[in-house]
């Protein structure tokens, strides 16, 4: 039918027609949408007679009431609230011992137990949504900056790229991958494309990659090629080098450091999958983790891997990231709210450093275009100290696990138990186990 779903209303998913113009489906069919409701889910602006509609120019001022006066209704001055509390859900009432509950009517002729009445199975909309947290036809720099923006203002609604935008006739060819990369990630190719060639016009587009599939860590997590070491003097706690660089244990300095705390391989893989709320085929798994930080090439070019022989210094130097490199990769920069994005548990307490602090900084000073690299002066600017805490023993990095062991153990069951149960649905779909065949 040519529709595409752009938001949620509660349980039930919003799209926009051929026309833009938008509709909740429900269980008894597509209902437009009330002006109150167009106003709430932020699409004043994409449907008929909005500045971002295909249209816009071609229609006539609606503003005005229809009666022929010339009073403008302020829309934008009415303070839009629902008539129920935020997140209260309502379902189907049920009798409890006998007894209707408060939602069914008094002489209800179709009361029933829940033994004889099945009670419909509620549903919770996706953690990561592909329209919100890495959507189609974002062209250019400009486009990228005002996903990021919106993505600060309104985490739970889509984005609606330029409609007038496109990359056709500029030359730009699609990306080769098989999986979406991170926005972030293309805006900081972009970034160093404009610091080399400013005068090239076609700089400032992004790489195309609609289609391409989405995957909740690499479509979003900050990528292995993000130039960690901008941030120059600053320390960061192992807990913020995971959450907001889970990808950088394959640098060999970060993987010393990881080492040297007491953490396993598995250690690791639940610390990102917890984080960031992580299954499936997007979650990590121990066994890539532990060839980057225990094993390696034995030499550059070779395909032989060796086991990494590590001395046997207890303490660490130093908690920044100078001196660590990556010889595999051209390092980029990268928007600082990238870091933080798809990130379910951020750090806190003495596990929240100067780069935590620095972004709750530049989100209450709605520094949308801060880049990594930007960090340092920042934190001189805004008085941030650039040293984290030191911990009871004087060492923070060996009292991590000690505080997030319970949390990982629990969090690993939810992994498995959503793996199990995604192995029995295909298992039923297929008809069952495979059995095995001896050969002869």
């Not at 949408?33 to 602006?45: H, I």
């Not at 509620?122 to 953690?127: F, L, M, N, R």
């Not at 080492?259 to 499936?280: K, Q, S």
Request: charged share 25%; hydrophobic share 35%.
């Amino acid at each position: 039918m040519g529709w595409r779903h752009v938001t949620w209303s509660s349980l039930l998913p919003i799209v926009f027609d051929p026309n833009q113009q938008a509709f909740k489906l429900t269980p008894i069919g597509p209902l437009p949408l009330t002006c109150e409701e167009v106003q709430q889910g932020g699409l004043a602006r994409y449907v008929p007679g909005g500045e971002c509609h295909p249209e816009a120019g071609l229609l006539p001022d609606m503003t005005a009431f229809s009666d022929g006066s010339d009073e403008i209704f302020n829309f934008d001055g009415i303070d839009w609230v629902l008539p129920f509390a935020e997140g209260e859900t309502f379902t189907r009432p049920t009798i409890v011992h006998g007894h209707p509950s408060p939602g069914r009517r008094r002489g209800s002729s179709n009361a029933t137990s829940d033994r004889t009445k099945p009670v419909a199975k509620t549903t919770t909309p996706p953690i990561y949504l592909e329209s919100r947290d890495c959507p189609d036809n974002i062209v250019d720099i400009e486009d990228a900056w005002h996903w990021m923006q919106h993505l600060e203002n309104s985490p739970n609604t889509p984005f609606v790229p330029s409609p007038t935008k496109s990359w056709r006739g500029t030359g730009v060819r699609r990306t080769n991958r098989k999986t979406k990369a991170p926005i972030p990630s293309l805006m900081g190719a972009v970034v160093k494309d404009l610091i080399e060639h400013p005068e090239d016009p076609l700089a400032v587009y992004l790489l195309p990659q609609n289609g391409r599939e989405f995957c909740a860590f690499k479509s979003i997590a900050t990528p292995v090629h993000v130039n960690i070491t901008l941030l120059k003097d600053i320390e960061i706690t192992l807990i913020e080098l995971l959450s907001y660089f889970p990808s950088h244990y394959q640098w060999r300095k970060a993987a010393d450091r990881i080492v040297r705390a007491g953490m396993t391989a598995a250690d690791v893989a639940n610390m990102i999958n917890y984080t960031r709320v992580l299954d499936g085929d997007s979650a990590r798994l121990s066994s890539s983790v532990n060839d980057q930080l225990f094993w390696q090439y034995e030499a550059p070019g070779s395909r032989k891997r060796v086991k990494i022989v590590r001395d046997n210094v207890d303490e660490v130097a130093t908690y920044t990231t100078k001196g660590w490199g990556h010889p595999v990769w051209e390092l980029t920069d990268y928007p600082l709210f990238g870091l933080a994005h798809g990130l379910k548990h951020l750090p806190e307490g003495q596990d929240a450093g100067p780069l935590t602090a620095t972004i709750k900084w530049c989100r209450d000073q709605s520094r949308y275009d801060t880049l990594l690299s930007d960090v340092p002066k920042l934190i001189d600017g805004a008085s941030i100290k650039s040293l984290i805490e030191s911990g009871e023993h004087g060492d923070p990095d060996a009292e991590v696990m000690g505080r997030f062991a319970h949390l990982l153990k629990g969090d690993r069951k939810r992994v498995l138990r959503i793996a199990g149960e995604r192995k029995r649905t295909a298992e039923k779909e297929t008809g069952g186990r495979k059995k095995r065949v001896k050969s002869e």
